[in-house]
């Protein structure tokens, strides 16, 4: 059996020595966090501008939700009014065609 010595020493952070019986080297360590592949067409964009479109995209779609929601409310009650004859026929209003 054959004698086997290994050693790694942290000369500054990123960046090991390796001693061993075959020799001396080095290896470079990057931290990067989450590595992500892009394609070579694809566009880069930073994460705040696309936190910041997200929460855009959140409030729009709020909004449009309220706004089709009070256009509902709104045709029911016109149909209400109508059925009542609250409002009188107009053929300048949708649906009037009856």
């Not at 390796?18 to 990067?32: D, P």
């Not at 964009?45 to 449009?64: G, K, T, Y």
């Amino acid at each position: 059996m054959g004698f086997r010595f290994r050693r790694s020493f942290r000369v500054m952070p990123g960046l090991r020595m390796n001693v061993s019986t075959s020799g001396v080297s080095t290896s470079a360590l990057e931290r990067i966090g989450a590595l992500t592949a892009v394609e070579a067409g694809e566009t880069v964009v930073p994460i705040a501008e696309l936190d910041a479109a997200r929460r855009q995209i959140r409030e729009l779609q709020r909004l449009l939700g309220k706004k089709t929601l009070e256009a509902e409310i709104l045709k029911e009650a016109m149909e209400v009014a109508r059925d009542r004859k609250w409002i009188a026929r107009s053929p300048l209003l949708p649906g009037d065609d009856r």
